[in-house]
């Protein structure tokens, strides 16, 4: 390598992108208790896809057709839900659709369950998930004294067969006679080293600390077991919503919480607007769908669970069939929210009313100065209430002003 040596010192070293060629599947995958056999076959076609290249669910399906499998769109959406459980796909926002008023979404695919934070935050199931997210690649059948610290040893266990396949690129070939088996009694040892032309495709280290902690146990709705991720200020908003409607519908935090994921998913599949950015109309109409009708209920939070939830109208239906989903504006004017902070007009008109009021004043003569020192003598009476005695004075000077008015009126009629 020919580099003067302050070149060599400066440069920087980056891992070039290469599409995936293969799939490490650890223990804690190939024995998952919720995963069926097929499940694993779309899961490895799904890893060895380009990131970069993003596919439909019915594209997804005719190329698993195309190639000989009985997968079709209700299948695939079995198999994705399971994978969903699994840890190994989560459902997130992808943005709003203008053209369909509806909300879009996108399935992400992960190999280590620990990467993926909708999955390890929702804490699931205690043992379940401990086991897909734990680093231990162990069989835990093993006898102790079968157990071997070496990298290159299987630890495969008397009932079972080892087949796993290593791909390592002709610099990191190893010497067979290298390799300990420690296979147990009775077992093939079936271990294959399959040499490539190619550099090494995939790096086969996993974090063994999930970014939270996966045991948590806080509750949550039918939509976040199943993966589906929203917003967290989307979520506080729901929050808040259900804890302020009118009373006695009105729920706690903790109910509060566990219903949110499921109104939100409600609003998402009924063309509702997103909850950050209700007006007050639409605002409004919401909370009429959630508690209309409230004759002869007793067990209002269970009503809004089991029936008014699931059961949202859509919104074309609530607001009209020309109405479109009210959507608030990216960048709200401070004194307007409805309207855009860029050339809000109710500003302007504002600023119009108020240049020509100061015109006015400047044509009577009156200035700001003097219209707060009126302003305060008029705050100064009401710290200044009046007493007896001064309604008193008021009542009689009212009397004498009317005697005086009554004796010019007899005056003027004797004149005629």
């Excluded at 401070?334 to 006015?360: F, K, T």
Aim: hydrophobic letters at 35%; glycine letters at 6%; one cysteine or more.
């Amino acid at each position: 390598m020919k580099m003067p040596d302050p070149e060599f010192a400066s440069a920087s070293v980056q891992r070039a992108w290469e599409p995936p060629e293969e799939v490490v599947v650890p223990y804690a995958l190939a024995y998952s208790p919720g995963l069926q056999p097929e499940d694993y076959g779309v899961l490895i076609r799904l890893l060895l896809r380009d990131p970069g290249q993003p596919s439909g669910m019915p594209a997804l399906s005719a190329e698993f057709q195309a190639t000989g499998w009985k997968m079709g769109e209700s299948r695939l959406r079995g198999v994705m839900s399971r994978l969903q459980k699994a840890g190994h796909v989560s459902h997130v926002r992808d943005g709003y659709d203008e053209k369909n008023k509806r909300p879009k979404w996108k399935f992400m695919v992960y190999r280590n369950p620990a990467n993926n934070s909708a999955y390890v935050s929702r804490g699931t199931r205690g043992a379940e998930a401990s086991s897909q997210v734990s680093p231990t690649l162990r069989n835990p059948t093993c006898r102790p004294e079968q157990a071997s610290t070496h990298p290159a040893i299987s630890n495969v266990c008397a009932s079972q067969a080892d087949t796993a396949i290593s791909n390592v690129s002709e610099t990191q070939t190893l010497d067979s006679d290298a390799l300990e088996t420690n296979v147990c009694a009775g077992q093939a040892d079936t271990l294959k080293s399959n040499v490539v032309p190619h550099l090494q495709e995939e790096v086969t280290t996993s974090s063994p600390n999930p970014r939270s902690n996966p045991t948590r146990h806080d509750g949550v709705g039918p939509r976040e077991e199943e993966g589906v991720v929203f917003d967290p200020e989307e979520t506080a908003a729901a929050v808040r919503l259900l804890q302020v409607l009118p009373d006695p519908w009105t729920v706690g935090r903790a109910k509060a919480k566990v219903l949110a994921p499921g109104l939100l998913e409600a609003m998402a599949d009924q063309g509702w607007p997103v909850i950050t950015k209700l007006d007050s109309h639409t605002g409004r109409l919401l909370i009429q769908q959630l508690t209309k009708n409230p004759g002869g209920i007793k067990n209002y939070p269970s009503i809004l669970e089991r029936d008014r939830i699931p059961n949202l109208p859509l919104f074309e239906v609530v607001a009209g069939p020309d109405a479109a989903p009210s959507v608030g504006p990216e960048n709200p004017c401070p004194s307007h929210p409805r309207l855009e902070a860029a050339g809000c007009p109710q500003c302007a008109a504002d600023d119009e009313v108020d240049r020509r009021r100061r015109a006015l004043d400047a044509e009577r003569g009156i200035d700001d100065a003097s219209a707060l020192q009126a302003l305060a003598s008029l705050l100064q009476q009401a710290k200044n209430p009046r007493t007896p005695n001064d309604r008193k004075r008021d009542a009689a000077a009212r009397q004498a002003a009317e005697a005086r008015r009554q004796s010019a009126q007899r005056a003027e009629y004797l004149a005629r």
